[in-house]
């Protein structure tokens, strides 16, 4: 403990890495600090302790997707002999949002409640600020400052929503994931513009909840992922009823009696619509700024704001360092923030000697037909590869409820092997539970098992997850 | 006797390891034939091609399964807000059990043409065996035609055995075989025994609104993780399942309205109730007594399953048997799948490789269901010592289930069994929703040996129940296993 500063270590951002760091910290009996502010979006949205993933990620996210799902289900319920169940009745969409927000202050609460009661944090819910390398400035909302010294400083801060800086008012006129999970009225007839997982999953769901959905894509979906899971993604959606308008943008937003009215150019010809809701999901910018590294030296990648930090998450300040989503080069998952966080503060105190590793991250998106992942995307391993040295295995499927009430669609499963080794460098699975039967895959991943090792295991019955050790025929 | 054919490899039993074996002999190259014929339960209950999976087994319990839990998510969904979610809505028994059969009937369809396809002959008769390589098949009047082969394979399965104490059991209850073809909803039902099929039909015929009770006459699960039953035995009663312990039954009566009466001692006391149903879930015995085993001179052990070679040969050369009907294999259509077509292979394809059964992962569908591998905590400090091993567990409650407060939070666990001296994960318990899917994966981790560090550094994908697997710092006996916060 050095007497020079209050804090053993100060973490900016209460976040799924921010969080962890406090934790483990404090586990080892050191004096941490923890400031979270959230900043109000545009439209005044605000939430509690926790982060994106709690409270306008992950967990709403879920819930609501869940919530599409069970609604689906009640085509199976009829066919299964369940009587008296509309399939056609709508959800209000007041009782979710009140329901999801239950679950999210629950969580706040118990983030609170957590934060109060151990010792050995002390928590600020003000806006933090580097004054120089070991003192922050903590800025309440009316503006009042103190500030606090620390050894070692942790930069948690994480990302929000981009907007498009080419339409006027854009703010104003649209929501974004911040907003959409307390929404106050019914989102209605929306167009969600982007491609990212968080474009399909918000579209998913509100196409399940019952309102009219279209998607606007530049260019392809899930820019990253494994393309012809994408383009599956997409097609099942269609199917399902969202709509797509493939190869632009929107060139204009205006508001007309409070509804939307959009314009863009598709095969050089004007077109438009008007919608109730437009939720942009383009992409996600680190929230750096007004944080003050420049003045105090941490350097960030000029066009996306991320802090530069090494494989020790060290910024260009060695006693400043930087987790999660605002730094460059992470994968902005909320797993991967906790165990980074976990493994910065073993360094740091415990002479543990791990660093964070990327590769190999299993990953799960939740569109209406789900879609998980470990490795190598197709394009990905052909590109390092090459196409001759891959066996590319492939199985469709339906899974053995999708009987009682003929649901339309496939689920698809992929299998990228090495021909020299064997080793399975890709997974990918298409279909429902696709998180929890990627999860244990995750780990045979990162075993470097092989082909064969997969094929020796015998399968659960009946289930989905079976057919990964079972795949016979490649492209 | 005239023999109207002749074959490579002969397949007695068209169920999960005949169909797979056959398959993959004629895949092979070799000359296929394969007899199937199921004769009528007690009740007069019949079905078609494919075996107890797909007919009277996973299939239908599965559906069934998971139209129960269908029901529950209706209270799920009030919460979600969909409206005119009729929470009351009664379940229609003959609905459900048309389009089960509809599957299931696809299936028998599918399985026809898969062995057309591949040019097995197909015998819809009952055999038995002439001769060490000749077999004898029957149809169902009787007629009578006679093949030759130069390997037989024996995969007759299993049936349900019936209690022998108590006089006509067999006309007067259903067992698994009859209830997935129940003309009629099952009403208020006694389900006796505690085997996994007896907890399934339990579980889901307690979902679909039937009043159900299950006897025991001591364990739950013999065999599994005795922790994990209990819990499973927790949730059901949470569920609404009534359970008589340490009881049997000694008389069962037809009465009136068609009514069973049942008598049954507990701790020496006698009690009785009427039951609309009583489902008889004792256990299962090998389809073995009329194949004339004896005469060939294939050996059995005297509760009827064939013995065999590690290399499923009999006690006659050329004769194989894989599946239910032998003795020491787990009772299970994937191990008998692999089993079969392995064995096709290594007859047909000059290949080598024999059928490994450590470490097979298996799934329980009960209302909460359990999927594991390896070792049970019993199991291996039997094996091991306790000072040998160390459990990792964690209770904890899935997202979805915050939809509804009425999910007791306790109910979800997992259990790790890690070997102190190398680390290696040797058992994995999961008791939670969508077990089969969740287990799968760590089936293959823990057949290559995986770590619990492995494990432990392998990146969870959040939110899911699994990830929980990957995050076990608890340790039984020291630490308490209930997590605090998301």
């Excluded at chain 1, 545009?42 to 994106?52: E, R």
Aim: aromatic content about 8%; glycine content about 10%; charged content about 25%.
């Amino acid at each position: 403990m050095n007497p020079q500063y209050q804090y053993d270590i100060f973490v900016i951002g209460g976040g799924s890495g921010g969080l962890t760091v406090v934790d483990e910290a404090q586990r080892l009996g050191k004096r941490v600090g923890l400031a979270d502010y959230i900043k109000p979006s545009p439209h005044g949205t605000q939430w509690g302790t926790g982060g994106t993933c709690p409270n306008v990620g992950c967990i709403p996210k879920k819930l609501m997707h869940m919530t599409a799902l069970i609604g689906e289900i009640r085509h199976e319920l009829t066919a299964t002999g369940w009587q008296g169940v509309d399939p056609h009745s709508k959800n209000d969409w007041n009782i979710l949002v009140n329901e999801v927000q239950r679950q999210v202050k629950g969580i706040n609460k118990g983030n609170d409640d957590w934060l109060i009661a151990t010792n050995g944090i002390t928590y600020y819910n003000k806006l933090g600020k580097l004054k120089d390398d070991h003192t922050i400035e903590l800025i309440d909302k009316d503006g009042q400052s103190e500030f606090v010294t620390a050894e070692y400083i942790v930069i948690a801060v994480g990302s929000r929503p981009s907007f498009p800086t080419d339409i006027p008012n854009v703010k104003q006129l649209t929501i974004t994931s911040d907003d959409l999970f307390s929404l106050k009225k019914a989102p209605g007839k929306t167009l969600v513009v982007g491609a990212s997982y968080v474009a399909l999953e918000c579209a998913g769901f509100l196409t399940g909840l019952g309102y009219d959905v279209t998607v606007m894509v530049r260019s392809i979906l899930l820019r990253g992922f494994d393309q012809e899971m994408a383009e599956r993604i997409g097609e099942f959606m269609k199917i399902h009823g969202t709509k797509f308008i493939r190869g632009t943008i929107p060139s204009s937003i205006e508001d007309v009696d409070g509804k939307r009215l959009v314009k863009w150019v598709l095969n050089g010809q004007e077109q438009s619509e008007v919608f109730d809701t437009v939720l942009l999901a383009i992409g996600r910018s680190a929230d750096t700024q007004n944080l003050g590294l420049e003045q105090v030296g941490v350097q960030t990648n000029k066009e996306s704001g991320k802090i530069i930090a090494n494989d020790a998450d060290s910024t260009s300040v060695p006693n400043i360092f930087a987790i999660g989503d605002c730094v460059q080069g992470r994968l902005e998952l909320t797993p991967t923030a906790i165990m980074c966080g976990k493994r910065l503060i073993k360094r740091l105190y415990s002479n543990g000697n791990q660093i964070m590793e990327y590769s190999d991250v299993s990953t799960t998106v939740f569109t209406p037909l789900e879609y998980g992942c470990v490795g190598y995307s197709e394009e990905a391993a052909i590109q390092k590869f090459g196409k001759d040295n891959l066996k590319i295995f492939t199985s469709e499927f339906t899974p053995l409820f999708w009987n009682f009430a003929n649901r339309k669609g496939t689920c698809y499963a992929k299998l990228i092997v090495k021909k020299d080794d064997d080793v399975v460098i890709g997974f990918h699975y298409l279909g429902p539970d696709a998180a929890e039967v990627t999860q244990g895959f995750g780990v045979v991943i990162k075993l470097k098992a092989k082909k064969s090792d997969l094929d020796n295991v015998v399968g659960i019955h009946p289930s989905v997850a079976e057919e990964l050790v079972q795949m016979q025929t490649w492209k | 006797m005239q023999i109207t054919q002749e074959f490579d490899f002969f397949v007695i039993g068209g169920g999960s390891g005949g169909l797979a074996a056959a398959k993959q002999a004629a895949s092979q190259g070799a000359k296929v034939g394969l007899a199937d014929f199921v004769k009528p339960s007690p009740l007069g209950t019949k079905w078609g091609l494919g075996g107890t999976c797909v007919n009277v087994g996973c299939i239908p319990k599965k559906l069934m399964h998971f139209a129960a839990l269908a029901g529950e998510l209706r209270k799920d969904q009030v919460e979600a807000g969909w409206i005119n979610a009729d929470i009351k809505g009664k379940h229609d028994w003959n609905r459900m059990t048309e389009n089960v059969r509809s599957h299931i009937k696809k299936l028998n369809f599918q399985y026809k043409n898969q062995l057309n396809n591949k040019e097995v002959k197909y015998y819809n008769k009952l055999a038995e065996l002439e001769k060490s390589n000749i077999v004898k098949l029957i149809d169902k009047d009787g007629g009578v035609e006679f093949v030759k082969s130069k390997f037989i394979l024996i995969a007759v399965g299993g049936r349900p055995s019936y209690p022998e104490d108590i006089p006509e059991i067999e006309k007067k209850v259903i067992t698994s075989d009859d209830l997935f073809w129940l003309p009629n909803n099952p009403g208020k039902t006694l389900v006796v025994g505690a085997s996994y099929v007896a907890l399934e039909c339990g579980g889901f015929l307690n979902g679909l609104g039937c009043d159900s009770s299950i006897m025991v006459r001591s364990i739950l699960l013999r065999g599994f993780d005795q922790e994990i039953a209990g819990k499973i035995e927790d949730y059901m009663v949470e569920s609404g399942i009534k359970f008589i312990k340490e009881a049997i039954p000694i008389n069962i009566e037809v009465i009136e309205h068609n009514r069973r009466l049942v008598t049954w001692k507990q701790k020496g006391v006698q009690h009785s109730d009427t039951f609309d149903t009583v489902l008889i879930a004792t256990g299962r015995k090998s389809d073995t007594s009329k194949l004339n085993l004896e005469r060939v001179g294939v050996k059995t052990n005297k509760n009827g399953k064939i013995i065999c070679t590690i290399d499923d040969r009999t006690s006659v050369a050329n004769i194989y048997a894989i599946g239910d009907c032998v003795e020491g294999r787990p009772e299970l259509t994937p191990t008998a799948i692999k089993c079969g077509q392995l064995l096709a292979n290594r007859l047909f394809g000059g290949q080598k490789k024999m059928m490994c059964y450590q470490f097979i992962p298996t799934t329980v569908f009960t209302p909460l269901e359990y999927g594991c591998i390896g070792y049970s905590e019993e199991e291996a400090i039997n094996k091991f010592t306790q000072n040998e091993i160390i459990i990792y567990h964690s209770i904890f409650k899935p997202l979805e289930w915050n939809l509804l407060e009425s999910h007791y939070a306790q109910a979800c666990m997992i259990k790790l069994i890690v070997m102190v001296s190398t680390r290696r994960v040797i058992g994995l318990h999961y008791l939670g929703p969508n077990a089969g899917e969740v287990v799968q994966g760590y089936a293959v981790a823990i057949k290559l040996g995986a770590t619990k560090e492995q494990f432990d550094a392998t990146i969870g994908i959040h939110p899911t129940c699994s990830e929980e697997i990957l995050t076990l710092t608890a340790v039984k006996g020291i630490d308490n296993p209930q997590k605090e916060g998301c």
